[in-house]
């Protein structure tokens, strides 16, 4: 069974950064498609990013583009979340989501997405 673990959140300053990291366990070789979704207070899920490791096709939501960079390691088990000039709207929790097809699964709607890690909770606040 796979599993996805995230670390990496914690209380962040405006304007400063932030990294998680997610890294998946449990299977043989590696899952194509690994993102994140986050959930803000009193709001709906929505998908932050996402990455291909078969063509290291990426996608960002139009919210964090320009600031947010995903990234997979050599491996292809762990990805990352590089997030600079952070804002309070950046604040929720941030789940580290997989799937075979995650682009067009995650196109069709993020609770179709297969697995999911517990979430990490960023909090961006002075």
């Known amino acids: 069974q796979v599993q996805l673990v995230e670390s990496g959140g914690g209380s962040v300053q405006p304007g400063g950064s932030a990294r998680l990291s997610c890294k998946a366990s449990?299977?043989?070789?590696?899952?194509?498609?690994m993102g994140w979704v986050r959930q803000a207070p009193g709001k709906e899920r929505e998908g932050v990013s996402y990455?291909?490791?078969?063509?290291?096709?990426?996608s960002y939501a139009d919210s964090v583009k320009g600031r947010f960079t995903i990234s997979t390691d050599t491996a292809k088990t762990t990805v990352s979340l590089q997030m600079n000039n952070l804002t309070s709207e950046d604040t929720g929790v941030y789940y580290c989501?997989?799937?075979?097809?995650?682009?067009?699964?995650?196109?069709?709607?993020?609770?179709?997405?297969?697995?999911w890690g517990q979430g990490t909770l960023v909090t961006v606040s002075s």
């Open positions: 990455i291909s490791n078969s063509t290291g096709s990426v």
């Open positions: 989501v997989a799937d075979p097809s995650i682009f067009r699964v995650a196109e069709a709607g993020y609770k179709y997405i297969n697995i």
């Open positions: 449990g299977m043989s070789g590696n899952i194509d498609g």
